[in-house]
């Protein structure tokens, strides 16, 4: 083994051992052994601890990627059972080693009856326990070290047999392919009822589901439906013309203050019709986003970012500060909000409520793709691939930068009427920058520009943890470690737009033109 | 109907827009004066209070200005916002607390005999110890972030580093409050530099208390500032930083490791910021893991304000918003929980009517 080998083997054990203390410091580890204790179908109870076994298991399974990222350090050498044995266990005795010191300085703190929690929010002493096993400090660290080397050393194994059996998975994988192609898929593929079968499916367990699956499911698909909207309409504005907008919340909120004070009885007791509040609603959100537009349509990238995010600010505060008081309630919010109606009828059950949304949705995903496909997409994927080139080849830029700026706010308007409408109350603080970084996030791990991805997107990012609510705490740490990975490993999202890019080559010399800046005042 | 529309057509030469937004900026500080007149013929405040206010805004202003500055380095430099400059700070005020936590915790006989901590007993040493820590702690996860989020999109559209530092920001914040809670602490001084004493000046009849944690902060970003500005003008680094930002492909020519330079120039705004989020703790007491995200974006208009990649600018811009954030609401007769509203709008008008800033030279579209 040479020297290099080592180092590369060291860092990956480092940054492992480093993971697993951050995770205990930030208590992800408690939660995360729940999860598993519970999806090995064991119950748990509120306040109590997982069991061991079920940590154990997540400390495995993170030796595993250990040792299987360190003993894969080239794509194109030759494992063999030496290198795989000595990497791994360097990587799985560092790791162990530095989540042996946390644990032992850690243990000896909480012993010496020190509460550790006024410091640590998460380091409780039953959490500190659980880290070393309910053992005592000596048995807990030594497992720690021998755990995470055996770890590794299995997981660099793994990685060896997977590439001793990678020419003949590939080769199954290939016959499968092929054969699929040959008797089902192909021919599904070529046929053109396949996609009207699939709607049709669809289609139809949207109007079944609602009705099946309970209150509890239709808010958590409700909420889903709305950051749909909201995603559709950021991704018109970020994914389709390329205009990075931090203050998004400020069109959702345009829009659920303005249903909300024309359809409630305080302040203004202008009780309007559901339908035509929702309407103004969405015209004013628009109408905004032309307002808010216009004097910024200069700006690009990072300028245009934090003027918005200001922009997102300041409405909040004026929301919340006291000169508005008497026009929108000030903190307190607007109460008894309209639900909707339709001939007399009211529709405000949860199933009702529901279906308004599938149907905004519907409409949105069908407008959203019109558009895009449309000239004014494809004068929107000018500008966000090259502004100055779309200027010069005859795009009016700054139209219809207004334009997806205002058709994306009047999404962002509908999702905030339908918001307000459904809970029958919004505040400042439904309103808060969350919500621009939550759809902002969506829609770039869903794919900018992509509509099928920003829906892969909502459901991921706002149906799973509404699912899993023990990880709730933790959905903006992770939102936040996904934007920079998915930048660096997936800049297209995970479902990439389709459209064909035809991108000048980007390297090394493809920064952006600029004057030469100076540092110090000097010329 | 070609000639028709021609004829009445709606866009406006390029030299007529420019006079309209000169024509729209003139009328805004018109109403702005007038408004000030009109709040300042009622005579609401006194001598005292304007002076409290203006030495609130300058202390806060040095803060702003410590923070600008490494927004300003780092987009000379990459032409970026480092969105998470903020939450560096943040940083640094955590490193400090913990630093002045343990001071307090520990106990020495003091010169007559007393047990004292040894907070009390050798202050001079814990401050020191104090930003010494904020200082290293914040410039490390500069250092970090660099090479851990920034780093590997080199070259990449604009858009990619800018919302990996959005990423890394909103990573940062929650990683602080999920570590250290979201309640807010209070930093302990030690006595020598309590929060509530200070010089007292007879002003108009009442007294004004200026504090030695103000004064403290006052001078000692004043130090940072020229330290700084020394570092930039006189040092090797200093001028391989300037040759970076100018032409980094030429630079790599003349023998300076460019990749070095640029983390180097990560852990000297690390260390300005966490210089800040110190004394932002010793001077204001309550802190908690939002305790960045303000100033950053108050910074970052102060980046702006002074004309960005350009280090005077930034002290100036940071000065300047501090005062106008503290004194402003007086002067326009609004309530002062509207502060932030003033320095987001100051920001926004800055972009529109002036975005070189006050020092900037003038920029092309393309680097707006």
Redesign the interface.
Known sequence: MNKQSIQKSAASGMVFGIIVIFFALIGFTVVISGLIQKALGQSLGVGQMPSTSSFLIFLGLLGIWNGWRASRQDKHETLNTKKVLGRSTIAGLVAGVLVMVYALIVGVLDNRGINLRTYLSQLSSESVRFFLFNQTIVVGILIHVFYSTLMAVVGGFLALASERSRERVKSTRESIQKWSQDHWLGKLQGNPYVSYVLMGVVLLLLVLLPRTWGAYWNYVMGTVGIYVLLGLGLNIIVGFSGQLVLGYVAFFAIGAYTFALTTSPEPHNLVWNFWIALGVAVLAAALSGILIGLPIMRLRGDYLAIVTLGFGEIIRILLRSDILKDFTMGPRGVRNIAGPTLFGRSFTTDVDFMYLIILAVLLSIFLARRWQESSIGRAWLAISQDETVAQATGVNTQKYKLLALSLGAAFAGLGGALFASRNQFTGPEDHALMVSINVLVLVIVGGMGSIPGVILGAFTLKGLPEILREVENYRLLVFGALLVVMMIIRPEGLWPARRPKLEVPVGQDNEPVHLPATVGGEK | MEALRKKFSLTLPQNSIRIIRIIAALLLLALIIVRAMDVAAKSQFGADTWLRLSVSGLIIGGMYALIAIGY??VY??L???NFAHGEVMMIGTFGGY?VF?AFNAIQVSGADGNQLSFLNAYPVIAILLAFLAGMTIAALSGLFLEK??YR?????????????A??????????GQ??????RRQYINPVVLDRGIGWNLEVAGSTVVLTYTGIFSLILSAILMVGL?LL??RTKL?RA??AV????KTAALMGINVDQIISRTFVISGALAGAAGVMWGIHNGLFNYYVGFLPG?KA?TAA?LGGI?????AMLGGMFLGIVESVGPAVLG??F??K??LA??I??LV??FR?SGI?G?A??????
């Open positions: 300003t380095l000379g430099i032409f970026m916002i913990f936590e851990f989020a590997p999109l080199r070259g990449a559209p604009r858009l990619v580093p800018l919302i990996s959005i990423g890394a920001s909103i990573f940062l914040q929650n990683a999920l570590l250290f809670g979201p309640q500005y930039v003008q200093g930083m300037r930002a100018q032409d980094k974006i970052f702006v990649g350009n280090i005077p600018g609004i309530d929980q509207l932030d509203v987001f709008t920001l926004i972009l529109i975005p020092l030279e920029l092309t579209e393309e680097k707006v």
